[in-house]
């Protein structure tokens, strides 16, 4: 090859040797600003600790009937009232966002079951939690508002 065809060579390749690397950079880019776009849509909506003690309320539409419970919660003890019923149960914590209820001296063996809950979501004074009894499949959902 000759000393022009090799010029004539590097000024043809140069631009798209460039042009490669950089489509490569904008790729790797755009990507990147994807990734960046997606994870800020994301925000972790659980500030658990807010809520592991307080006075609540839970109401509850069962059989075109509202049903309301109040509870107050410290960092070991429940004490729940409902339809002019009060009950206790020990709490033990699991993690910041999930808790076992177990009861103190129920009344029946059917109520001797201890309650799993896990907060899935929180808002300034609410939070949506699910909790199941301990020994079945079924999952509840409800949102506790604190009014305290």
Excluded: H
Excluded at 99 to 113: C, E, F, G, V
Excluded at 115 to 122: G, S
């Amino acid at each position: 090859m000759t000393e022009l065809s090799v010029r004539t060579c590097q000024m043809f390749l140069n631009p798209m040797v460039s042009l490669y690397s950089n489509y490569r950079a904008m790729r790797i880019f755009i990507l990147l600003l994807f990734v960046t776009l997606l994870s800020s849509c994301y925000s972790d909506n659980t500030n658990c600790k807010d809520f592991k003690t307080g006075k609540f309320v839970w109401e509850q539409e069962s059989g075109g009937k509202l049903l309301r419970t109040t509870f107050e919660r410290n960092d070991s003890l429940q004490i729940e009232t409902f339809e002019n019923k009060i009950d206790s149960a020990r709490v033990e914590w699991i993690n910041e966002c999930e808790w076992r209820l177990i009861p103190i001296n129920p009344k029946k063996n059917a109520d001797s079951r201890a309650y799993l809950f896990k907060i899935m979501n929180t808002t300034k004074d609410s939070y949506t939690f699910e909790f199941m009894q301990s020994g079945r499949d079924q999952v509840y959902r409800g949102t506790a508002q604190k009014i305290n």
